[in-house]
């Protein structure tokens, strides 16, 4: 019995040795096609922004801002932007780099009572972020790896500062 035990291992074994050796060693896999991106730079990112698309699969974007939408204004100089969430006004810490961006972190909010769940779910697509660009119709879309999941239109009437916040001169030293 152990003799054709053992006899049924070993040809197990082979025939397996030979699946496994018609296995290539390396897969060839196609990349992702790239979108032609050009490079935006952070003077255009500055001003006043507002929502006009929001991935979510659930409700439709009218349904989630139904009185208004949320807005953003960026400040490159300090690396912050300040904005209304539709229902609250918040402030945001931002790291930027060539077309990254991610929120580090936030730096005050409101706590007004909101309905239903539009505020929640246009901070958690703000965090998720990490690339921007502006388009040539001026469309400023965030993507969180291919997927694109915000774009906002520039407002025209942002020649201040809607939060009364003042900007100061970003000191960097030389070196970094």
């Given at each position: 019995m152990k003799k054709l035990f053992s006899i049924w291992m070993v040809l197990f074994f082979l025939i397996a040795g030979l699946g496994f050796s018609q296995i290539p060693d390396t897969i060839e896999v196609e990349p992702f096609p790239e979108k032609s991106k050009k490079t935006t730079s952070?003077?255009?990112?500055e001003g006043l922004w507002e929502l006009s698309y929001i991935y979510d699969k659930?409700?439709?974007f009218d349904e989630l801002f139904p009185d208004k939408k949320p807005t953003l204004y960026f400040d490159t100089v300090n690396k912050t932007a300040f904005?209304?969430?539709?229902?609250?006004?918040?402030?945001?810490?931002?790291?930027?780099?060539?077309?990254g961006i991610d929120v580090?972190?936030?730096?005050?909010?409101?706590?007004?009572?909101?309905e239903g769940n539009g505020e929640d779910i246009f901070l958690t697509v703000l965090k998720s972020a990490h690339t921007f660009e502006i388009d040539e119709e001026g469309t400023l879309s965030f993507s969180c790896g291919n997927l694109e999941i915000m774009k906002m239109k520039k407002l025209e009437n942002d020649n201040n500062n809607p939060f009364e916040i003042p900007k100061i001169?970003?000191?960097?030293?030389?070196?970094?």
């Open positions: 952070q003077k255009e990112l659930f409700k439709p904005g209304h969430t539709g229902c609250n006004i918040f402030s945001i810490l931002t790291y930027l780099e060539g077309n580090l972190g936030f730096m005050g909010m409101t706590e007004k009572l909101c001169m970003a000191w960097i030293p030389v070196g970094f």
